[in-house]
């Protein structure tokens, strides 16, 4: 039998069979993807520890992704139109220490503390925006240098210590539950769904992944293609300052070594989520999941108790899989379902 025949519809029947048995696991992985490995590594820590599957894990689980879900969905905008911001960790605690400092030290009502922050926070994703399309900084080296700079502003702001105590709101706010659901997980979804409208169901969103796709045809499609990515960095900017609040209720403090590394976490979650680098693919409910992934990790490596210095050795393994199966699920799964569907038309 040639290969010829056997890729024909009415080939011998063990080939056939062989055949439509393989791709219906490979449906199956691209139909589940990211979420199966998920689900696969619940399945094993429930097996190995009874603590995981306890209502009180979960929630905590899922109450210590929200900060990193948070600015990831920010990342992801970037990412979508083929940048990069590194700066989001640096632009986190500047954003912690702004607003408890204003309170503190210059008696600045909360609100008008919360909103500086934020605004300081887009402003500084606006200069890197602006540093990549109008300057033609390279997105890398742009947002590594603000990084520096704003992680050196949130040091000398705080005078490198921690600053406390938080104005009350931030307490409550952190202890409110709503259904059981602590509110801030609630919030996360609610950042999560509307990222996920605005990039699905508005102009703005189409050219977003138009941008990332392809750039020189999204600008003979008349689409301000410089415009979109400045956006795309303020929105990150944004989110990177919000994660900032929410880590300072979580931690009773602002602190500038708050976020320190997170973008390397930030943007492992993007990428295994299904955002690709190269820009114009991807959704923000796989950017959950990616979140839910490391966070998955990072609690099975508490639960089994695995020395510290064991812990990044564990979560880069975890990622290079993730990754790897993603990779494979992209390269050969979409390639055999393609071939499927033209033998289907012939």
Known sequence: MTLESADKPNGPATGGRTEAGSLRVLELIQSLGLLSVILLCGIALTVATPVFLTTLNITNLLFAATIIAVVAIGQAFVILVAGIDLSVGAVLALSSVLCVGLNMHYDVPVAVSVLAALAVGALIGLVNGLAVTALRVPALIATLAMMSVV????????????????????????????????????????????????????????????????????????????????????????????????????????AATAGVGMELTVISAVVIGGISLFGGEGKIWGVLLGVLLLGLVQNAVNLLRVPPNWDYIVSGLVIAIAAALDVYRRRYVEAGLVRRTQRKGR
């Open 151 to 254: 992680r050196g502003a949130a040091y000398l702001y705080s005078g490198g210590q921690n600053l406390a105590p938080v104005p009350d709101i931030f307490v409550d706010i952190q202890m409110t539950r709503l259904f059981g659901i602590p509110v801030v997980i609630l919030f996360t979804l609610l950042l999560a769904l509307a990222a996920h409208i605005l990039l699905t169901r508005t102009t703005f969103g189409r050219s977003i992944y138009a941008t990332g796709g392809n750039p020189v045809a999204a600008r003979l499609a008349g689409i301000p293609t410089a415009r979109v990515v400045v956006a795309a960095y303020v929105i990150s900017g944004f989110m990177a300052a919000l994660g900032g609040l929410m880590i300072t209720a979580r931690l009773e403090a602002g």
